[in-house]
């Protein structure tokens, strides 16, 4: 009786172990997928983040290239009227040399 006992019990472990693997393998594979998911999902969101950061630095970047630029074309304008005003100077000395020599 201890024997048919005994295996009795070891035959219920057994059905136990072999439905727990049966069950954890189901289950298993149903939270495998579902975390692969939400790695995904977080993978494309991780991306788009970065894909925003990169703008906005490369626009941040742009900006001040923008304004020295900017700065630039006020500064070449300035040259010009200052030349024009020298050469206005100038011809309005020769003007003025030119009888004094005759």
Do not use: C
């Not at 049966?22 to 894909?51: I, T």
């Not at 304008?77 to 309005?92: F, R, S, V």
Request: net charge neutral; proline share 2%.
């Amino acid at each position: 009786m201890f024997d048919a006992l005994q295996m009795t019990a070891f035959a219920a472990a057994a059905l136990a172990l072999a439905g727990g693997f049966a069950l954890g393998a189901l289950f298993g594979r149903k939270l495998v997928a579902d975390l692969m998911a939400m790695v995904q999902s977080l993978e494309s969101r991780l991306s788009s983040v970065e894909s925003a950061v990169t703008v906005a630095g490369a626009a941040a970047i742009a900006h001040p290239a923008a304004a020295a630029q900017t700065q630039h074309a006020a500064a070449i304008e300035h040259h010009a009227q200052a030349t024009e005003k020298l050469a206005g100077a100038i011809a309005a000395s020769a003007a003025l040399a030119k009888p004094a020599a005759k």
